[in-house]
């Protein structure tokens, strides 16, 4: 899909607002909603497959539990797609997705967390009118019919109490995304001027429709500046004082606004040019598995250092992306892979003060789970299941990719 990269606060503003003078009513207006998270290397991924990519049946069951437990604070007499939503706006997994029509929201969802500041953010920008044009024609009816483009919940609870409402609405079996804006049910939900997306198979996530490449865009902003959008963000009133009212907000704001970042991460900042010069580095790998009785298997490392890594190494002068990953794969468990395209997802960290290292995880298949560990590098290698393989990962962006690619094989079965 279509990206740009942002270097300062200005340019953010240039990008978010390109496109959406509305020559026909002679105002400014967008058809796009917005989508902030604050690693650029994460997809379109619900919290559902996320957390329960080992069973995505048990969507039922949690549903069903926060009605039957949440009693006491839920109306009983709520649809089924507010329950979803409440759900949604208190953490429980669901396969919604929350989006915004303010881009500057979700320039405060790219920069909020802290733990982050060490990796690019991202915001996604969804082109509404075109993602309609793939719905179903009986949706389509409907909201031509309404003069509308975003669903409301009362059209979501005239196709039914459930999501096989949407299921029975697919084309010959092809999954479908739409958009819909809740009630104001609660404070958070208006004052982040929100909207959710949702689709019609539990399997899908977003980016991996295929139509994803011309609806959706990407705007990355650099972890060198994500200090200076985040403060001038501050200076209109785009803080969680106002995304999460109540005391939880303010005192997340208190907690933000006096913490030292400052001299972490602006002290290499030049202030004339608006960028902080650092090194760059580059590793590639893979999500190795394999197939065995019919169950996939990923490969995980145990360093020598004590941490437990996906298949990595660093470029060297003159290879490509999948020629490193083979080497290293090959240093590394001596096993042969076939890659699996298109799969390529890349996190970026930084290892130390001054140092941003970007790292491509293709996804790769093997014959044989006899792999030899390189000992300088490799204490042991092992070949688990998903859920073993999760739990065992260290840090939260190998998790990520490999519930990613965990998400895409279980979907091509």
Known sequence: M????????DELQKVIFEDVWDESIMRYRSNSVYRGMGSAHWGLLSSLNRVCAHDLSLEKQMLRSLKKYGYADLD????FWQFLVIGQQFGLPTRLLDWTYSPLVAAHFATEDQKLYDRDGVIYKADVNRINTHLPSSLQEMLRGNRANIFSMDELEQLGESFDSLKRLENAGQPFALFFEPA???????????LFSVTSSVQTALDTLPYAEECFSRIVIPARVKLEIRDKLDYINISERMIYPGLDGICKWITRRYAPLGP??????D??????????EKSCGAVIF???????????EIMQQGHVSLCKGHVESGETEQQTAAREIM???????????PFRETITYSPRPGRLKDVVFFLAETKSTQAKPQPSEVQEIRFLPYE??????????????????????TAAE
């Open 264 to 269: 972490v991460y602006n002290a290499a900042r």
């Open 388 to 409: 073993q393989a999760l739990a065992l990962l260290t840090y939260e962006d190998d998790r990520n990719v490999l519930t990613r690619a965990h998400t895409v094989l």
């Open 290 to 300: 394999a197939r065995q009785d019919q169950k996939l298997l990923y490969l995980i």
């Open 76 to 79: 009983q007499s709520a649809s």
């Open 331 to 341: 240093e590394e468990t001596s096993l042969s892979v076939t890659f699996i395209p």
């Open 271 to 280: 202030t004339s040019s608006g960028s902080a010069p650092l090194r760059k």
């Open 184 to 194: 104001s049910m609660v404070d958070r939900i208006a004052n982040q001027y929100a």
């Open 2 to 9: 279509r990206e740009v990269t942002v270097h300062n606060w």
